[in-house]
């Protein structure tokens, strides 16, 4: 007899839940009952060593539920017989347990907690941890560090303040987007996202941008989490090895980062107003050419080019209008003018929090404004409106908390990036406006880049994430919570092209031109988490058990229109008045998930703590049979500094080794990649609609898995005044997904399978942190973190024959770039050379870039200082990175060409003789001898762009309480005040020709809360 | 089996016993328990997005399959060597003695200049464009076969399409690369090992394949009246050529003249390359939106001077005979500001991209050519009258008088210098033309100074020998 799969598991499930309930009963037949002596109410202030009062803190009585909370002028009421013993705690305070011995008044001082781990408790998304007993690897970064950085998306708050963690921004335009990276790139495929969770709903983190409407403004990337206040924001953690972010099972690979956003607290009514300004401008301009120096190498390329003659004919002068029709005299900064402007965020935001010790709230609404550095008007608005309720029954059994928060953002840009014009106009382009302040076409003979301000992109974001969380404590040791989610983000944009913005010479009409480009996307999903927690405390043993399970699903619908020909320019907004629509693409995606998770927790003597998460998945993103996976991870501690081998008074008050090993997944691979499939295409063929051929089926396509493992060590010294956190890992992701490139005779470029290969990312991270003084009327504390990262690719079968044969090589990390070795100007011919590795004696064929560079960081980190005097703060932070990046030869390596160059080109080779840098000067006529694209493509294009940046200083003054209860605080920040570096590019932070590099910033605010 | 049925009756009074006094926790693991129980298969499995379709789906609809070889038609009509902005019009007009380019894509540099480098992008898209076809093509013929959604007459005709089209784009892959691969099946495992075809192989697959085609498109009603899809007529069309390059001349003769009579010449030359012309036999439907028009007159007709891309060759201007009509309102010139230069460009297509009519579609296959393939084919058998009478035809529609050529020689060298007038820029005649009669060598090498022997076939893309080796050795030359 056989026995059915289901029978077994529920066996299974019997035995579980037998092993979970057994101890349940033990104690309902120990509880005895008591009689509790008559309740008196007392009262009294909370306040800090300097008199000052304490809101906030957690008045609970021993022993039972019964609890209150200071209210803020530091006052308290709570009922408790006269026998009982009164705990006061809040974070960064030493708790106290203060005896009632039959008073009825109980004013308490609380002595601020120089131990710096204190009790400070960590989200680690299903369940949260102290620092002091955690097992796995968590970064956190709070609202006090937050709240101190004048920036509008929460990734940029966290840049150079976690180690393991690698943020760049991709463009100093508002609303744009930043690349993450945690732990370096663990898949060939791409994707380095981690996962996002806002108040434990997973936040879709890809933007739903169409390239079609804002490729060449923001890069295509919208970052989603834009729409997060980061002054909402009361925590972020960073979830970084096997022993955190195994429970996360298939998404957990890349990393994890969760969000917890701020919650009311118990006390009066409190009104928290924040009011700041913030002005911003590029912080580095490239040295281009001037009017004379570019019309001499201009003239000297064509000439060189063997059409000198032509130059002088009149009748070519249509040809090269910059040297013969345009005012040779004229000069224009156009890094001024396009990119020089001052941009300016006004930022004003009110909330409202308060309750009691049952009910407590936070509303909060804010808006900003933000403009650009470009001319004209455009500005990102943003508005957002955030709720957050908490209640818990009277016996504290049944809470909930409910979190909504809603954000509608509106972006209104050129549809270009002017970046790339500043950096390559010609320095005697004609002006912008004629005398009649119209645009000038100077005769039809150029671009004019500022009439693109006639073009509109315009892109508005609704975001709705809200969440509920529901628990209920059956019994004091066991509890059901469920956490429900529900996210649902709208992007509406649109990009208008009308005909008066191109060149009337053109003869481009309304009719024949003007065209509007939308991009309506959604991205809605829902959770269910119901999960069971089971604790209990013996003599010395801590027992802690969690299973749960999620259902998660996610539609997206996009769908991207073109409407051509319209009437008049008047109507380009209005898709209704195109006389033909064209559809680009109407997508759906839907994409289900289901897990199973657990964790065991044992914490032995709260000495010897072990931690077994696991989790199993199951995605609609793979074929049949391949749609489940199962990963976990085991994490060790041990609390040393609680033998007995360290008394009380050694310098080393806290030690701890840690170690952890497990598996995770991706699954960020896109939806229906296993199946054959004919795509809309959007064409037709004689009206009827074309169906095109988008996939091979292929059912072998699964998980790419990821294997951490870690090891850490974890010392505090002097009270915890010194705390050193070193940790060392090493990820392994195999089974990668990758197309693998097939022959064309196929019928496709390649088929997305896992492939068998290998990819290492090994590094060793440093956090410190000391409270260097600590006095009455002085504070001074440091932190450092540093990260030295180390990637390489292990294993790759068949590399030699695949699509990345000329980009990866085995050994080395996937973040290299091969390249020509550049071996400078030929003195005699004025040409670039290089290194000819195949010796075919030609210079063109993959095997002669055989140079190596790696463009990922050797180490990077951040040091920040904060000090505070009196009612005076300072923080500073600096970042670091010591890395290669390209240079602006990578995007022009020939002089001549029409389109201003950096200076650097003019020191250019120009007779048999001339030992010189640059190649001699080519207008890139044909027939023209330029090698620069090669030059431009080998390992003089890369060079070092290592910097050390004061990413954010900061200055709070807290005003002298005018009376009690009203706070006020003015503050003055900076962002990217100051940069140390030898790069000459743009930006060593996002070395690129196109975007606008990220600003510096200056912001002025003021708090006031009463 | 005993054991675990006991620990399950005993667990369940336990629990029940257990529960009792927790009704919330009851609840709860009921929830629990019957999410475990239930399992989650069934959750996720997705159906297909809307804008997606499974193959199997594809063909259990006649609407569906339509579809997908209007895909084929787009595609051939927008990209690749049949038509488009890179087909063999303009490429091959440059790599022969036709076109003179003034561009500046290397690619077409390299062509023009007769230094075609193994990595060259224009020929790796040709090569890519044309097998992605081909799958398309293989995956209807595999998909009618097997599906019970269509009827006969349904089958037929899509099987037909599917098969001439694989046929059509191997003659031209064969004319360009010399031994190709001839693909038949859409088995990623086979089609990424595949090895070369030997050309005549490859030929008589063509053959084959047309002739299957031919009996599957009997008796099907046309799916329009504009001969924009390829029926029986343009099945003979590509059979008639197909053996005349290979030199089989008596069913060459027979297939052209089983075309002549129902697709007669135009007399005006205006007209032939109007859509509805009468000798069109297979022509590309032109976008409905934009360009109304052809790619082709897109190409070819020069705007503005300076701003030419291609222009025609003086020596193929020189070569027009005094009174050619054909010189006249085939070819157009343009001038500078001031007059000093003069281009001329194929005004074969006149409606250029201003014109917002649609005037004119793709032609593929019209019946001049016919009529010089029955001309050559009648030679070659030593058919002096017949052949004289076919050149005659295309010679006085052009306004020209009777050939003057009478010998067997002479009258083939006459054809042939006519197809070049006829011809010129429609997909390359001329360079396949050169290369069959083994011309190229001794025409292009006194035209182009970078001419070599080997450069009659073009090499095999570079990263497509990387992939797979098995297309080893590449082309001599290279």
């Given at each position: 007899m056989k026995k059915s799969p289901i029978y077994s598991s529920r066996t299974k499930l019997f035995l579980f839940l037998y092993i979970l309930l057994i101890p349940l009963l033990h104690q309902k037949l120990v509880a005895g009952v008591t009689f509790d002596p008559p309740q008196t109410t007392i009262t009294g202030t909370v306040t800090d060593m300097d008199g000052l009062p304490l809101g906030g803190v957690n008045v609970v009585l021993e022993s039972t539920n019964q609890g209150a909370i200071s209210d803020m002028d530091g006052t308290y009421r709570i009922e408790a017989g006269p026998n009982g013993t009164l705990v006061f705690s809040i974070v960064g305070f030493k708790s106290l347990n203060v005896p009632?011995?039959?008073?009825?008044?109980?004013?308490?001082?609380?002595?601020?907690?120089?131990?710096?781990?204190?009790?400070?408790?960590?989200?680690?998304?299903?369940?949260?941890?102290?620092?002091k007993e955690r097992t796995g690897n968590i970064s956190t970064i709070k609202a006090d560090i937050i709240e101190k950085q004048p920036v509008a998306n929460p990734l940029a708050a966290m840049q150079g303040q976690l180690s393991g963690v690698n943020i760049a921004q991709t463009t100093g335009l508002p609303g744009g987007g930043f690349n993450i990276e945690v732990r370096g790139r663990n898949f060939i495929n791409g994707a380095t996202d981690p996962l996002f969770i806002v108040d434990g709903v997973p936040f879709g983190s890809q933007s739903l941008g169409a390239s079609r409407v804002s490729g060449q403004i923001i890069g295509g990337s919208i970052s989603p989490l834009n729409a997060i206040n980061p002054n909402d924001i009361e925590s972020i953690e960073v979830l970084k090895d096997a022993d955190a972010t195994a429970i996360y099972g298939s998404r957990g690979a890349n990393g994890v980062v969760l969000i917890t956003t701020k919650k009311g607290r118990a006390g009066k009514t409190r009104f928290d107003a924040h009011l700041s300004t913030t002005l911003g401008k590029v912080s580095r301009f490239l040295d281009?050419?001037?009017?004379?120096?570019?019309?001499?190498?201009?003239?000297?390329?064509?000439?060189?080019?063997?059409?000198?003659?032509?130059?002088?004919?009149?009748?070519?002068?249509?040809?090269?209008?910059?040297?013969?029709?345009?005012?040779?005299?004229?000069?224009?900064?156009?890094?001024?003018?396009?990119?020089?402007?001052?941009?300016?965020?006004?930022?004003?935001?009110?909330?409202?929090?308060?309750?009691?010790?049952?009910?407590?709230?936070?509303?909060?609404?804010?808006?900003?404004?933000?403009?650009?550095?470009?001319?004209?008007?455009?500005?990102?608005?943003?508005?957002?409106?955030?709720?957050?309720?908490?209640?818990?029954?009277?016996?504290?059994?049944?809470?909930?908390?409910?979190?909504?928060?809603?954000?509608?953002?509106?972006?209104?840009?050129p549809t270009v990036d002017f970046t790339s014009k500043a950096y390559s106009l010609e320095p005697n382009a004609?002006?912008?406006?004629?005398?009649?302040?119209?645009?000038?076409?100077?005769?039809?003979?150029?671009?004019?880049?500022?009439?693109?301000?006639?073009?509109?992109?315009?892109?508005?974001?609704?975001?709705?994430?809200?969440?509920?969380?529901?628990?209920?404590?059956?019994?004091?040791?066991?509890?059901?919570?469920?956490?429900?989610?529900?996210?649902?983000?709208r992007l509406d944009s649109y990009r208008a092209?009308?005909?008066?913005?191109?060149?009337?010479?053109?003869?481009?009409?309304?009719?024949?031109?003007?065209?509007?480009?939308?991009?309506?996307?959604?991205?809605?999903?829902?959770?269910?988490?119901?999960?069971?927690?089971?604790?209990?405390d013996w003599n010395g043993v801590a027992l802690d058990l969690l299973v749960g399970t999620t259902f998660q699903e996610e539609t997206m619908e996009q769908l991207v229109q073109r409407g051509l020909g319209f009437p008049n320019n008047g109507l380009l907004e209005n898709l209704a008045?195109?006389?033909?629509?064209?559809?680009?693409?109407?997508?759906?995606?839907?994409?289900?998930?289901?897990?199973?998770?657990?964790?065991?927790?044992?914490?032995?003597?709260?000495?010897?703590?072990?931690?077994?998460?696991g989790r199993r998945d199951g995605s609609s993103r793979f074929g049949p049979g391949k749609q489940f996976g199962n990963f976990g991870a085991v994490g060790l501690a041990w609390i040393f500094s609680k033998e007995r081998l360290f008394s009380e008074g050694s310098l080393l008050s806290f030690g701890k080794l840690r170690a952890s090993y497990g598996s995770t997944g991706s699954d960020n691979i896109g939806d229906y990649r296993f199946l054959d499939t004919y795509q809309v295409s959007g064409n037709n063929y004689n009206g009827?609609?074309?169906?095109?051929?988008?996939?091979?089926?292929?059912?072998?396509?699964?998980?790419?898995?990821?294997?951490?493992?870690?090891?850490?060590?974890?010392?505090?010294?002097?009270?915890?005044?010194?705390?050193?956190?070193?940790?060392?890992?090493?990820?392994r992701s195999s089974n990668q997904l990758v197309g693998i490139p097939l022959a064309a005779t196929t019928g496709f470029a390649e088929l997305t399978g896992n492939f068998d290969a290998v990819v290492e990312n090994t590094g060793l991270e440093v956090d410190l942190r000391t409270v260097n003084i600590q006095s009455k009327g002085f504070n001074w504390s440091t932190t450092l973190n540093l990260t030295v990262p180390k990637s390489k690719l292990v294993a790759f079968d068949g590399l030699k024959n695949s699509t990345f044969a000329n980009r990866y090589s085995i050994g080395q990390p996937l973040t290299i770039v091969k390249l020509y070795h550049a071996l400078g100007v030929d003195p005699e011919t004025g040409a670039y050379t290089f290194e000819d590795y195949n010796g075919d004696g030609d210079i063109n064929r993959a095997e002669d870039r055989q140079w190596i560079e790696d463009l990922a960081p050797k180490f990077y980190g951040g040091f920040g200082n904060s000090l505070s005097l009196g009612n005076l703060t300072m923080d500073v932070l600096f970042q670091f990175k010591k890395q290669k990046a390209y240079n602006t030869l990578r995007f022009d390596a020939t002089p001549g060409y029409k389109g201003n160059t950096p200076a650097e080109l003019y020191n250019r080779w120009e007779e048999p003789g001339d030992v010189k840098p640059i190649q001699r000067a080519s207008g890139g006529l044909a027939g023209g001898e330029d090698l620069g694209s090669l030059q431009e493509d080998s390992n003089a294009s890369i060079s070092d762009a290592s910097f050390v940046r004061l990413r954010n200083i900061s200055l709070t003054y807290k005003v002298p309480s005018m009376r009690p209860g009203l706070d006020m605080k003015v503050y003055l920040q900076g962002q990217n005040l100051w940069t140390l570096t030898n790069y000459e590019g743009p930006d060593p932070e996002q070395p690129s020709s196109t975007r606008l590099p990220p600003l510096r910033q200056i912001t002025l605010g003021v708090q006031i809360s009463f | 089996m005993k054991h675990s049925e006991y620990i399950n009756t005993l667990d369940v009074a336990l629990l029940r016993s257990l529960l009792k006094p927790y009704p919330t926790l009851k609840k709860s693991c009921l929830l629990i328990s019957a999410i475990l129980v239930m399992g989650c298969a069934d959750f996720v499995e997705v159906q297909p997005p809307k804008n997606t379709l499974v193959s199997e789906t594809v063909f259990n609809d006649a609407a569906t399959v339509e579809s997908a070889l209007a895909n084929l038609y787009y595609d051939m009509r927008e990209q690749g060597m049949v038509s488009g902005a890179f087909g063999l019009t303009t490429a091959m007009g440059i790599y022969s003695d036709e076109l003179d380019y003034y561009g500046f894509s290397a690619d077409y540099v390299q062509l023009f200049q007769h230094n075609v480098l193994p990595g060259n992008g224009a020929v790796l898209e040709w090569w890519r464009q044309a097998y992605h076809l081909i799958y398309g093509a293989n995956d209807i013929i595999k998909g009618v076969d097997g599906t019970d959604g269509l009827t006969t007459v349904e089958k037929n005709s899509f099987k037909g399409q599917a098969l001439f089209i694989r046929a059509y784009l191997h003659s031209l892959l064969v004319s360009v690369f010399g031994d190709v691969p001839y693909v038949e099946t859409t088995d990623y495992l086979k089609t990424n090992t595949v090895v070369r075809t030997d050309v005549d192989e490859v030929n008589d697959l063509i053959i084959a394949d047309l002739e299957a085609a031919l009996v599957l498109l009997e008796g099907t009603a046309p799916v329009s009246d504009e001969r924009i899809y390829p029926d029986q007529n343009v099945v003979k069309a590509l059979l008639a050529r197909m053996h005349l390059y290979i030199g089989y001349w008596e069913e060459a003769a027979a297939m052209a003249t089983e075309l002549i009579d129902d697709f007669p010449l135009e007399s005006d030359l205006n007209q032939v390359f109007l859509k509805g012309s009468q000798e069109t036999i297979w022509q590309l439907k032109a976008d409905n939106e934009s360009p109304k028009n052809t790619r082709e007159a897109e190409q070819l007709i020069i705007q503005s001077v300076p701003g030419q891309t291609y222009a025609l060759t003086n020596d193929l201007l020189n070569a027009f005979e005094a009174d050619d009509l054909r010189r006249d309102q085939w070819v157009n010139g343009i001038s500078d500001m001031d007059n000093t230069v003069t281009y001329y460009y194929a005004h074969k297509y006149k409606a250029g991209i201003n014109e917002n009519e649609a005037l004119e579609y793709s032609i593929l296959f019209r019946s001049a050519e016919q009529m010089l393939i029955r001309a050559e084919a009648r030679i070659r058998l030593g058919d002096i009258v017949g052949a004289q009478s076919d050149l005659n035809a295309i010679r006085n529609r052009a306004g020209l008088a009777n050939t003057m050529a009478s010998t067997q020689n002479e009258i083939l060298d006459a054809i042939i210098n006519e197809r070049r007038f006829e011809l010129f820029t429609e997909q390359g005649h001329r360079w396949f033309d050169l290369k069959r009669l083994g011309k190229a060598d001794e025409i292009l090498g006194q035209f182009k100074p970078n001419w070599k022997a080997t450069d009659v076939r073009l090499p095999i893309p570079e990263s497509e020998l990387d992939t797979n080796p098995n297309l080893l050795p590449q082309n001599p030359g290279y």
């Open positions: 009632i011995e039959g008073r009825n008044v109980i004013d308490v001082q609380l002595e601020e907690d120089v131990t710096q781990l204190g009790e400070v408790v960590l989200n680690a998304g299903y369940y949260t941890v102290s620092e281009l050419m001037d009017t004379e120096q570019y019309l001499e190498v201009r003239r000297e390329g064509i000439t060189n080019d063997g059409y000198g003659d032509l130059l002088e004919d009149p009748g070519f002068d249509f040809f090269w209008p910059d040297v013969k029709l345009w005012d040779n005299n004229r000069y224009t900064d156009w890094q001024k003018e396009l990119i020089g402007g001052t941009s300016y965020r006004n930022n004003a935001q009110l909330s409202v929090s308060g309750g009691n010790d049952l009910t407590q709230f936070l509303i909060s609404g804010s808006y900003q404004k933000e403009t650009t550095v470009f001319p004209g008007d455009s500005n990102y608005q943003k508005a957002n409106l955030r709720s957050n309720i908490n209640h818990q029954s009277e016996n504290a059994r049944f809470k909930i908390n409910l979190s909504i928060g809603y954000t509608n953002e509106n972006n209104k840009m004609p002006r912008i406006y004629d005398d009649e302040g119209n645009i000038n076409w100077e005769n039809n003979t150029w671009d004019n880049p500022l009439a693109s301000l006639e073009e509109t992109y315009k892109s508005t974001s609704n975001t709705l994430i809200s969440n509920a969380l529901v628990s209920y404590e059956v019994t004091s040791n066991l509890e059901f919570r469920s956490n429900m989610g529900f996210t649902d983000y092209m009308p005909s008066s913005a191109r060149n009337p010479g053109l003869g481009v009409t309304p009719q024949n031109y003007s065209h509007l480009i939308t991009n309506a996307s959604q991205r809605v999903s829902w959770i269910v988490e119901p999960q069971l927690n089971w604790r209990k008045a195109a006389e033909n629509l064209q559809v680009f693409s109407d997508t759906d995606g839907k994409y289900k998930y289901n897990a199973l998770f657990g964790r065991i927790n044992v914490n032995l003597l709260n000495r010897y703590i072990l931690n077994l998460t009827v609609t074309v169906l095109e051929p988008t996939g091979i089926y292929n059912p072998r396509f699964s998980w790419e898995e990821n294997n951490k493992l870690e090891a850490a060590l974890e010392l505090g010294f002097f009270k915890d005044r010194l705390l050193v956190n070193t940790s060392w890992y090493r990820n | -």
